[in-house]
């Protein structure tokens, strides 16, 4: 049908058809003067130029502008005009400082490169809290973190420190004048001279109130302490003096009260003259303290309750009110070691309420226990959840006229944010000290930047009479200010925070001592005058009655702290959230850790698979507990775990100053304060595709990859019954794997021969190696989706294996031996295993498989006994890491430096700073491993060539074996018979990885003995 | 050679062929043009092998990341790639080399084929090795080259650096062998030639080929010599793709028995491309004449040799690692734990594909089908894909540690690229169908005559019959 409507494509063309018409017959809407130009054929004639010469210029330019643009970049290396005196370029320089951001308090010395700090080292020296935990290792890089504030803000927008004081001065002093309350909310800071700097902040603001808020709170044992002793702190514990511990939820290896008990704990776990220490763990969750332990035993959190009551009970004879629980034999054995122990015995727990921790301490007192200091506490744990409780009130009644925020996030860490976040729009002024964006800088008026540690003045006083300094180890990287010069300047002193410092300290601690040698140690140690403290006297069967009274639940609710993020401020940084967890093995995630019976007994089933590539996967649930819910937090089904609990981790879910791919997890804070309660999971749809490098649990009857044997076979047995060595049929006669030899070898007598060792009775399994080795070795981060199709770079990993019933005693028993059915069942981890952990990195075997099949000869051994690895040399072949029986090798699968797929710290400017320069930063396509730190061997070489002396005995240190705070690593010249390591060559417990297989490692291992 | 007819002999090519129609019949297809079906094959192996040299600069601008691979599994779909076409590669030379020092005369019907296949399938493997590299603008450094790098050379313990020799002999020899055979046929097309530029381009190609006697002498004399050089090669080649693994400390992979049973391996999967290939081709090119069901027999039987010495080290592999009683063996490749592990699939796509189907063949109507051949052929090409795959993969994904177990799966990448050979493979075929004498026609004249030609006629009637009774199978 043929239609006559007019269509228009403009109002124009409907109105005024005219200029359209006009428009459409001419190209350009002004007319273009080539007929001038080209008209003028007079013109043109007597033009120099002609065709030719213009193809000319165009040619000539076209070729200029082409060449000019072929020359490469520049990138220039500008030298010293004035040379610092302390710097020497290609040298490093220590000093010693401290990290006490609130969760983690250690004694550290920082390494620093042409004025860069680039490593993290515990400081040795120090007498407490002297081991770097993998965060602290890690610390270096949150101070190249891409996102931390750069400058003041006021209401978001940037304000110079002048007008922010104008600012913040002239809101207290209306708020004194008001009356109304000036409250600095912290996390723990444990400062002398901050200390000071408040007493005198509140001098001028008599209103001032300082409430200290930790976000994993430990306020019922500090609770407990004052009840008992009238002091807001810690007892302080010495696990080497203890035969027998007893932990109830306690995860002491980990992050309870602060750490730092590893090297004591460690101290006692080699047997010495037949003896060592028996360690008993009452817990929920499979922690790295119960993984570690000689008996585990899993326990609801209301049962934990129960246990100490009823272990106090079976200690002391008395009959305090408690609840049965399912492992009421094992306390009462517990508490027959505990009194033979003599007082060489201890019990801590973790459980976060007041009567708990007092039942322990008497527990404790009960049993004279040795290992309690109760003298040098700690202080690096002060939170007061009821004042915390009362800010909050406070606030939201409009008695707060000012909250100034530092070392806290409490926006995110609250379990009632929101009414946090409420008060804060009622109170005049709100300001927080902050180094990166988070949620709480969001919520409130002024933000102050503060330095990184690494960039700051400052002091800390972990245990009571130790005290340590905080020194700048580089010059401000953005316009920030500490917390410490913020005071001064509103308390109107003029003095630099330095100066201040320098004042308090040589007033009220040094009295005399040096300043420079406190400084240069980083620590200082002053004897307490005090040698016992007198108890008040404590009502236990009111206690006890009130703990009696905890409601068991169906299902119940525990939180917990992972090595990686701990308590969340480091979320961005990339380094720990791809450090896998000791227990679990994943990465980039927290999850709900589940009992296979309550997964397999819930109403849909909880699951966790493989897929096709063989990366993890597992169900979602949504967890409500007392009407919070927590929506799609993924299922990880945990061996180990109490029946009747589920566990989720704290430190995930961060939302600000987070990049996009560090917004990992859930975050549990909701629920920090809901331990014990009911939950209720209800599974939804979806599924969680988890990040984890091992997926294989079990050791599959090769039990002699990490060879263990019990306390009475040590003893009892000859080494052949417990630590056999491989045989091997040699002429028809069974001989040492040590005595068959495919290849002559070469005298490695002569010179210098490295051994690594490593003791897996003392190894915890804490990760601070494999951080360490991160940073010291340049590994590249490569995100979730990468370490999910085990591609994970780690040059140190540390393996864990959880037992299996299928074992093949009980596999005869049932005819089933090398049967599908066997293998299958073989690979399921017990209920409630034993667990063992195994660091494994680059054996640098003597016969090293993966050395003659490169075709271009790119691994090769060196003459200390490593086997090397010439990355430039590599042409990726892979041969190399598929005959490795270790599988530690790592191929550089795509460019994982400067490029934007890979957006962590190696893709900025900032966080390149990090790298260390003594490390190539490996390019795509080439295979790399762990290379026995090399530039730090021949760093010391050459040390010791320079000083004109031979290497002294123990200098050796490779990253892994400085981070570890136990001293089950130990590294070393074999042929300097003085060496630790030499003589750990000869040691009974000594075995090799694979040995069977006549790599002849360079590894060595020292099987763990369990005191079962 | 001699022209006698022998009464009894059977004929090796039917209807009763003048020299005349022999030289028509070959130099047909390149005569003469294309068909349809010839442009539709070729078209869609262009576009994969398009497709799969576009995967492969994506691989090398990307990284090797775009795979399946992760750091327990360092090698996969490459690798089996690899040793796959080079086990094609193996039945040309088998055919024109061993068969020839035997005096097999049927060989000379399908051997020109064989042996382009082999070099086509060569081209494919030598790829692999190649763009497997992490790093593949340092290939050059596996070659034994003198470099500025001063004392750095090769390293000659490793499998590998033999490998690119094995490999780089083995191409060469067989490119020369099939080029000495091609001179002739090569001439004979020029000496048809009517166009100057074909004459002049088949001119070169017969590196000027006279047809006098002391030529022929020569080729001759070339023949066996290259024969017997290239003899070694049939076992050399697979024996040493084998020391990739068997040199190895991997479970599943050090075992001594690799090279006989890789070789015998390499000879059934030869053959059965070799069948795949003919089977088609014998009808596209019209040559039924020339290939005929005697020679599908013949190569029958020996696919049901060499997959009953393959079958054999399957059972030896088994029970060895079986009786061995470590833990280590519980999961090769050839274990229980393989057979019920997440590989299943691929552990049984190897047993029935290479040791179940191919016992049909002992049934003689069936090794006389074309049909029934060239169904088991690709059953072959695709079990003995899984042998490699499941050598690699499997065994790579139980390693020592069970701490590193994991799996493999492959990306769009890995696919493209395994396809993309294939296409270039046929490109390769089918240009070559196309402008190269597909028959060694030379040889053939040779053996025209030495049947009886009574009992030629009886059987063409015969065949005839065969032929309108089965329609056109």
Redesign the interface.
């Known amino acids: 049908m043929a239609s006559n409507k007019k269509y228009w494509t403009s109002a124009a063309e409907l109105k005024n058809s005219s200029i359209v018409e006009k428009l459409s017959k001419t190209e350009f809407v002004t007319e273009i003067p080539t007929e001038d130009f080209l008209g003028d054929k007079e013109a043109l004639e007597t033009s120099s130029t002609s065709r030719r010469d213009f193809l000319k210029y165009v040619g000539f330019t076209t070729a200029a502008v082409s060449l000019a643009a072929c020359e490469g970049p520049v990138i220039k290396t500008i030298p010293y005009l004035n040379k610092p005196n302390d710097i020497i370029p290609g040298v490093a320089d220590y000093y010693a400082t401290a990290i006490a951001d609130g969760f983690d308090f250690a004694n550290v010395l920082v390494k620093v490169r042409e004025g860069r700090p680039i490593k993290i080292n515990p400081n040795k020296e120090a007498t407490s809290n002297n081991g770097t935990n993998a965060r602290v290792q890690a610390s270096v890089l949150s101070l190249y973190d891409n996102n931390r504030l750069k400058g003041a803000l006021n209401n978001k927008k940037a304000i110079n420190y002048t007008d922010f004081d104008k600012e913040v001065v002239s809101v207290l002093d209306q708020v004194n004048t008001n009356g109304k309350k000036i409250v600095f909310l912290t996390g723990t800071m444990a400062s002398p001279s901050i200390d000071k700097l408040l007493v005198e902040f509140k001098a001028k603001y008599p209103t001032t109130e300082h409430v200290i808020y930790d976000a994993v709170s430990e306020s019922g044992a500090v609770d407990a302490f004052e009840t008992v002793y009238g002091t807001r702190a810690l007892p302080n514990y010495d696990f080497s003096k203890a035969d027998v511990i007893v932990s109830v939820g306690a995860d002491f290896l980990g992050d309870w009260q602060g750490g730092g008990y590893e090297k004591g704990y460690a101290a006692n776990r080699v047997p010495k003259h037949g003896k060592m220490s028996k360690h008993i763990q009452f817990e929920t969750n499979m922690s790295l303290t119960g993984a570690n332990a000689d008996k585990r035993f899993a326990l609801k959190p209301s049962e934990q309750k129960f246990a100490l009551l009823n272990l106090y009970n079976a200690i002391t004879g008395q009959g305090l009110t408690s609840k049965t629980t399912p492992q009421d034999a094992a306390i009462k054995d517990a508490a027959t070691q505990l009194k033979a122990a003599n007082g060489k015995a201890v019990v801590v727990t973790g459980i976060q309420d007041k009567n708990a921790q007092l039942i322990a301490m008497a527990i404790n007192d009960a049993l004279q226990s040795q290992a309690v200091d109760l003298v040098n506490t700690k202080n690096i744990r002060q939170g007061n959840d009821a004042k915390v409780a009362q800010l909050i009130t406070d606030m939201n009644a409009g008695t707060v006229g000012a909250i100034i925020i530092n070392q806290a996030n409490p926006v995110y860490t609250l379990a009632n944010s929101k009414e946090f976040v409420a008060g804060l729009k009622k109170v005049k002024l709100t300001l927080a000290f902050a180094t990166t964006p988070t949620e709480t800088t969001k919520e409130v008026q002024l933000v102050n930047a503060t330095p990184h540690y690494l960039e700051s003045w400052g002091d800390v006083s972990i245990t009571k009479g130790t005290y340590s300094l905080m020194q700048p180890t580089i010059n401000k990287l953005f316009d920030t200010r500490q917390f410490q010069e913020a005071l001064l300047s509103w308390t109107g002193n003029t003095t630099s925070y330095y100066n201040y410092l320098k004042n308090t300290w040589n007033v009220e601690i040094l009295k005399g001592q040096s300043w420079n040698n406190a400084l240069h140690n980083g620590t200082f140690n002053t004897v307490s005058e005090e040698s016992t403290r007198t108890p008040n006297t404590v009502d236990l069967t009111a206690v006890a009655s009130a703990l009696a009274k905890t409601k068991n639940n169906a299902l119940e609710l525990a939180v917990y702290t992972k090595v990686g993020l701990g308590d969340g401020q480091q979320a961005n940084n990339p380094w720990l959230q791809e450090l896998p967890d000791p227990i679990t093995r994943t990465s980039w995630d927290n999850y709900l850790l589940i009992s296979r019976a309550d997964a397999e007994s819930w109403d849909e089933n909880l699951k966790n698979w ?5 990366a993890l996967n597992g169900d979602l649930v949504d967890v409500t507990v007392d009407g919070i819910t927590i929506k799609n937090v993924p299922v990880y089904i945990q061996p180990g775990q109490a029946k009747g609990t589920v566990a989720l981790a704290l430190g995930y879910g961060r939302t600000e100053g987070v990049q996009k791919e560090m917004m990992t997890g859930v975050n549990a804070y909701p629920l920090v304060n809901k331990v014990g309660a009911n939950v209720t999971i209800t599974k939804v749809a979806g599924e969680h595709e988890f990040a984890c490098v ?3 649990h ?5 039990d002699e ?1 990490v060879n263990e044997t019990s306390l009475a076979d040590f003893i009892h047995k000859p080494k052949q019954a417990w630590n056999p060595s491989p045989k091997f049929s040699l002429d028809h006669q069974e001989v040492d794997v040590a005595e068959t030899d495919l290849w002559e070898k070469f005298d490695d007598t002569i010179g210098t021969h490295f051994n690594l060792s490593i003791d897996l009775a003392t190894c915890t399994g804490c990760a601070a190696c494999v951080i360490a080795c991160h940073t010291e070795n340049n590994v590249p981060v490569v995100g979730k989706k ?1 370490i999910r ?4 770079m780690h040059w140190l ?1 540390i ?3 959880y037992t299996s019933e299928m074992t093949k005693e009980r596999g005869e028993e049932e005819g089933i031996v ?3 059915k066997y ?2 069942a073989q690979t399921h981890p017990e209920d409630h295993p034993e667990v063992s952990f ?1 660091p ?1 990195m680059c054996q640098h075997c003597s016969h090293a ?1 993966c ?7 790119a691994t090769s051994h060196g003459r200390q006994g490593q086997n090397q690895m010439a990355y430039n ?7 190399c ?3 490795c ?3 530690v ?7 994982y430096a400067q490029n934007s797929e890979f957006n962590f710290n190696m893709n900025n400017d900032l966080g390149r700073m990090v790298l260390n320069p003594d490390v190539v930063v490996r ?5 790399e491993k762990c290379s026995m730190c090399i530039q730090m061997t021949q760093a010391t070489i050459l040390q010791a060539k320079k000083e004109g002396r031979p290497v002294k005995t123990g200098e050796f240190e490779t990253a892994c074996t400085n981070a570890c705070s136990t001293g089950a690593m130990r590294f070393g010249d074999v042929n300097n018979h003085d060496e630790k390591v030499a003589k750990l060559q000869e040691d009974d417990r000594t075995f090799k990885l ?1 040995e069977f ?3 002849q490692p360079n590894v060595l291992y020292q099987l763990k003995v369990r005191n079962s | 050679m001699s022209h006698y007819e022998s009464p009894i002999r059977e004929t090796l090519i039917l209807g009763d062929k003048s020299y005349l129609d022999v030289s028509n019949d070959i130099a047909a297809p390149i005569e003469g043009k294309a068909n349809r079906l010839w442009w539709i094959v070729f078209t869609i192996a262009l576009v994969a092998f398009l497709w799969g040299l576009g995967a492969i600069i994506y691989t090398i601008g990307t990284g090797i990341g775009v795979w399946g691979l992760n750091n327990k599994i360092n090698w996969a779909w490459d690798i089996t790639n690899f040793v796959w076409w080079v086990g094609i590669g193996h039945a040309g030379t088998l055919i024109s080399a061993v068969l020839l020092l035997f005096r097999q005369k049927w060989r000379m019907g399908i051997n020109r084929s064989a042996e382009a296949m082999t070099i086509f399938a060569v081209v494919q493997a030598g790829l692999f090795p190649i763009i497997h590299m992490g790093r593949v603008w340092n290939a050059p450094w596996v070659l034994p080259i003198p470099n500025q790098f001063g004392s750095l050379w090769t390293n000659f313990n490793s499998p590998l650096l033999w490998d690119v020799f094995a490999i780089s002999t083995y191409l060469s020899v067989s490119l020369v062998f099939w080029w000495t055979g091609l001179l002739p046929d090569f001439a004979m097309i020029r000496d048809r030639a009517t166009k100057p530029f074909q004459k002049k381009i088949y001119g070169l190609l017969s590196f000027g080929w006279s047809g006098r006697a002391k030529d022929w002498q020569r080729f001759e004399e070339v023949s066996l010599v290259l024969a017997g050089l290239a003899t070694p090669l049939v076992l050399s080649v697979h024996t040493i793709v084998s020391f990739d693994f068997a040199t190895s400390v991997i479970p599943g992979w050090h075992s001594t028995v690799y090279p006989p049973y890789f070789v015998a391996g390499a000879v059934f999967s030869g053959f059965a491309m070799v069948q795949t290939l003919l089977i088609v081709m014998r009808k596209v090119s019209n040559l039924e004449a020339y290939i005929t069901r005697d020679h599908i027999e013949n190569m029958n039987k020996v696919i049901l040799v060499t997959g009953g010495i393959v079958a054999t080290a399957y059972l030896s592999e088994f029970f060895v690692g079986w009786y061995s009683g470590s833990s280590y063996e519980d999961f090769t490749y050839l274990s229980i734990g393989a057979a019920t592990g997440p590989y299943w699939w691929a552990f049984w796509a190897l047993i029935l594909c290479n040791s179940v189907f191919p016992q049909l063949l002992w049934i003689k109507k069936l090794r006389r089908s074309f049909i029934f051949s060239f169904f088991m052929s690709i059953i072959i090409n695709i079990g003995m894909w899984f042998e490699r795959f499941d050598i690699i993969v499997i065994n790579l994904s139980r390693g020592h540690l069970p701490s590193t177990w994991t799996q493999f799966s492959p990306t769009f990448v890995d696919i493209s690229i395994y396809l993309g050979t294939i296409g270039f493979f046929f490109v390769l075929f089918l240009l070559y169908a196309r402008t190269f004498p597909v028959v060694a026609q030379a040889e053939v004249k040779s053996i025209l005559k030495s049947s009886g030609s009574q009992y030629k006629k009886e059987v063409a009637k015969q065949e005839d019959r065969e032929y309108r009774a089965q329609g056109s199978n």
């Open positions: 493989t897929v096709d590539n063989g091992q997926l294989q079990t050791m599959m009857g090769r990859i990468e199709v085990s591609r994970d990993r393996d864990r294996y090398g049967s599908g293998f299958e195994q494994v498989p050395e003659t099949v490169c075709p271009v000869a040399r590599c042409v990726g072949t892979r041969y890491a598929n005959n029986p270790y599988r090798r790592r191929f550089n699968w795509f460019q390019s795509r396509g080439v295979m694979l297989v006549g790599t």
